[in-house]
């Protein structure tokens, strides 16, 4: 049944690559100890990679290697001989996420196959199409893409499609969530995410004010993903490798949620048992969905009581004194089960089951920590199914069985052949067999030493022995016959793992030469505003801007014939997300005022190839494409771009490093309030209980509302053609420190305007700075009023993510 569909397990460790392999994964995805999205991961040391391909491969199982941060200029140099490595030790493909980091690999070692992570947000047909003609093998498309899309996607491109199927989610687009980051300087794009999504939050209305009941909850922390009820429907609609989340979990978890997802693909999911839910919900679970990609919304996609594994319910709490607790259970208890309640202050405790009880039996804990009469126990830890789960990949294996033919007949040289499906090796020893004077050898000797294939993944099946009367030879060169044939039959079985060597001198050439200086142009530097409304343009002075990105449709084409008027620079700007429908819907508003444009702002790989294929407009690449490296910038200049805004999350070295070497605009943002966080889900659908996101547009919560976090610090939230933004707490702001900016060799420095009233003042007081039309003084006495306004950040300016 579904023969080329591929389960792909997580790996942290070499127990849960066993646990993957020995459980039916066809493929695993692990990370070295550089170049990762898991930083905090185990990870594999390059022998312990070396060790893992040898063992997976031996076992037909496929081995995928993430590579998949944004890549420092410092770090590209090392990471294409990390590559190199990969290549030589077989590795069978690398998942990327920078995409001028993985165009050199395709130029360099070309026949390394490339994935594309989910953290380069593909979600449309356009961005496969894209990454197919640029070489890629696969797609890890983003999450949140609907099933009907993926249908769409799969008819029309013949590059192949993996989504994830079960465990943990990001409630922002991957690739597209800065929060850690912007809070905490932990970024997501480099592996080090703090997971902010897992904190306590409190929903703000208007007026600052906590709405009732909702001042406290886990308002951004999804549930768990879990598709074993729809595998087929996952399947039929075009994903041929199905991933599973979990590189930091523990290997019981890989064994007991790939034993269950090999059952489903196998047999099907009507075949998956009560018990077999029960045990993927007790191994670990925050409640499941099936994801927003497959319809869930609001409540069913999000757990706002808490954010960390829940167990499952296994009984209550009948009575309680100082002398201990009493429970009631629904299900046997064995020793080492963990449990927890609340206790009557609303803290989780727990405590480790010392002995063994049955259902029905009351269980007497002394000297426990309190709890509320009737709350319900958990158990979050089942001893019985950690057993289990061990019991499928300690002290087993993999095994291939071999019929074994030897002849030894005395004056010639040992023989040994060995049959495995469509694989027949002979190996011969190097000394004749001899006849014996004393002891000879016996069939059931040849038949102990043949045997002893130890921790090979090969069984004797059975053996046909050949032997002369008489015959001897010595045991030391039967088992070197044996080890032999051990040898050949897995260079065999490694065979199909091989692929040719690449061009040594080609590489060390190209390498040598990556980053040689281009001349750069020399040019004033220029103010572009983005404006999210018809206030905001209203307010702007058209004498003091260069380059205006409008990002909304309402007047659009008087907006546009305003700024031609003013000889000003004209970019439509285009959302991160853009669906199929999107794209058409962007295509039909453009097509009326193109010829008055000057360009497109986009910032997807899909919106990239859309627009610049449907228009012969300047493309302008935003910060949805996470140009972190001179190498992106030049591919995506030498693709159609005509300019580029870096990454928010680099420093002011690093740019001047990326400025050094290209001859294309790049523009950074000097002012706003970045965008933290993207979703397709809505948070305040779970305080509404919106089942889908049809009534946004009428929502009256869809602007103005804020999260609060621990520590006081408040994040607008807007909601706009289904998609919600999260926007950081406080502005950047580097008027004070422009010409700082300006020395990295930035071209364009961008006002950034999303939900701020009035903008008049910011944007003259930017151009005049930057034209130095304003002395020092009445600059200074502006910063030191604004920010005794409004808490202010210098971004990533000087302190950078590395």
Excluded at 298 to 322: A, L, Y
Excluded at 615 to 636: Q, R
Excluded at 757 to 769: C, L, R
Excluded at 770 to 786: C, H, P, Q, S, T
Aim: with cysteine.
């Amino acid at each position: 049944m579904n023969k080329g569909i591929e389960i792909l397990a997580p790996v942290g460790s070499f127990q849960s690559l066993k646990a993957a392999v020995l459980n039916g994964a066809n493929a695993v995805y692990l990370g070295g100890k550089l170049f990762n999205a898991r930083h905090y991961a185990s990870n594999f040391s390059n022998e312990e990679l070396l060790e893992a391909v040898r063992y997976a491969h031996l076992r037909d199982v496929k081995v995928y290697v993430t590579v998949n941060i944004l890549m420092d200029e410092s770090e590209i140099e090392d990471a294409l001989d990390y590559v190199t490595f990969l290549y030589e030790i077989g590795v069978d493909a690398i998942i990327v996420q920078d995409l001028g980091f993985a165009m050199l690999v395709k130029d360099m070692i070309p026949n390394m196959p490339l994935h594309a992570s989910t953290q380069m947000t593909v979600n449309n047909l356009e961005g496969v199409k894209y990454l197919e003609a640029l070489g890629f093998e696969r797609v890890v498309l983003a999450r949140e893409t609907p099933i009907e899309e993926i249908k769409y996607i799969k008819a029309n491109s013949n590059i192949e499609l993996e989504g994830f199927i079960h465990g943990a989610l990001c409630i922002s687009y991957s690739g597209q969530c800065l929060m850690s980051s912007l809070i905490g300087g932990r970024s997501g794009n480099r592996g080090t995410c703090a997971q902010p999504c897992r904190m306590e939050y409190t929903v703000l209305d208007e007026e600052d004010k906590a709405l009732k009941n909702w001042d406290s909850g886990y308002y951004l922390s999804t549930k768990d993903l879990n598709t074993l009820e729809h595998i087929k429907e996952i399947i039929d609609g075009g994903i041929v490798s199905l991933k599973i989340e979990g590189r930091m979990k523990r290997p019981e978890y890989v064994a007991t949620v790939v034993k269950t997802y090999r059952k489903a693909l196998d047999l099907g999911s009507e075949y998956i048992t009560p018990e077999d839910k029960a045990d993927v919900k007790q191994i670990f679970n925050r409640e499941f969905t099936k994801g927003v990609g497959l319809g869930d919304f609001g409540r069913s996609f999000v757990s706002t009581d808490r954010p960390d594994n829940r167990g499952v319910t296994i009984g209550k709490i009948s009575n309680w004194s100082k002398k201990g607790i009493v429970l009631d259970i629904y299900n046997d208890l064995n020793i080492g089960d963990g449990l927890e309640w609340q206790d009557q202050k609303g803290n989780m405790t727990g405590y480790k089951v010392d002995k063994n009880y049955k259902k029905g039996e009351k269980v007497h804990i002394p000297f426990a920590p309190d709890g509320q009469i009737g709350g319900e126990v958990r158990r979050t830890l089942s001893s019985r199914l950690m057993e289990d789960a061990q019991d499928t990949f300690e002290n087993r294996d993999k095994e291939h069985f071999i019929h074994l033919d030897t002849s030894l007949n005395i004056d010639q040289a040992p023989i040994l052949r060995a049959y495995m499906k469509d694989i027949v090796v002979e190996v011969t020893g190097d000394e004749s067999v001899q006849k014996a004077y004393k002891a000879p050898l016996t069939k059931e000797k040849v038949f102990d030493q043949l045997s002893k294939l130890g921790n090979t993944t090969f069984k004797i099946k059975s053996i046909n022995i050949n032997l002369d009367e008489n015959a001897f030879i010595p045991v030391s060169k039967l088992n070197e016959l044996r080890r032999s044939m051990v040898i050949e039959l897995e260079e065999r079985l490694l065979e199909k793992f091989q692929r040719p060597e690449f061009n040594k001198e080609y590489y060390d050439h190209k390498k040598s030469s990556l980053f040689e200086k281009k001349a750069k142009r020399i040019s004033k530097p220029k103010l572009s505003i983005k404006v999210s409304n018809q206030k905001q343009f209203d307010q702007l002075n058209l004498e003091k801007v260069d380059r205006v990105y409008i990002s909304f449709n309402d007047n659009l084409m008087n907006n546009i014939l305003t700024l031609r008027r003013n000889s000003i620079e004209v970019f439509y700007w285009t959302d991160k997300i853009l669906y199929s429908h999107d794209l058409d819907k962007a295509l039909r508003t453009i097509k009326p005022v193109e010829d008055f444009l000057d360009g497109i702002s986009v910032s997807n790989i899909g919106s990239f190839e859309f627009f610049k294929d449907n228009f012969k407009l300047g493309i302008h690449c935003d910060i949805g494409l996470n140009v972190f490296n001179s190498v992106t910038a030049d591919h995506l200049s030498q693709s159609g771009a005509n300019s580029v805004t870096l990454s928010p999350e680099l420093n002011l070295k690093q740019i001047k490093k990326i400025s050094n070497k290209l001859n294309l605009p790049l523009e950074g943002i000097v002012y706003g309030y970045l965008p933290s966080m993207i979703l397709k889900n809505c948070p305040m659908a779970t305080f509404k209980g919106c089942k889908d996101d049809s009534q946004c547009e009428s929502c009256n919560f869809a602007h103005g509302y804020k999260l609060k976090d621990r520590m006081g610090k408040t994040f607008m939230m807007e909601r706009f053609e289904g998609y919600s933004t999260i926007y950081n707490s406080v502005p950047l702001f580097l008027l004070d420190k422009l010409q700082d900016v300006v020395n990295t060799g930035i071209d364009i420095l961008r006002l950034d305007f999303t939900v701020e009233g009035d903008i008049e003042e910011i944007q003259s007081y930017y151009y005049d700075s930057l034209n130095n039309n304003m002395d020092r003084e009445a600059i200074k006495n502006y910063v030191e009023g604004f920010k005794e306004k409004s808490e202010v950040t210098n971004g990533h300016y000087y302190r950078g993510v590395l």
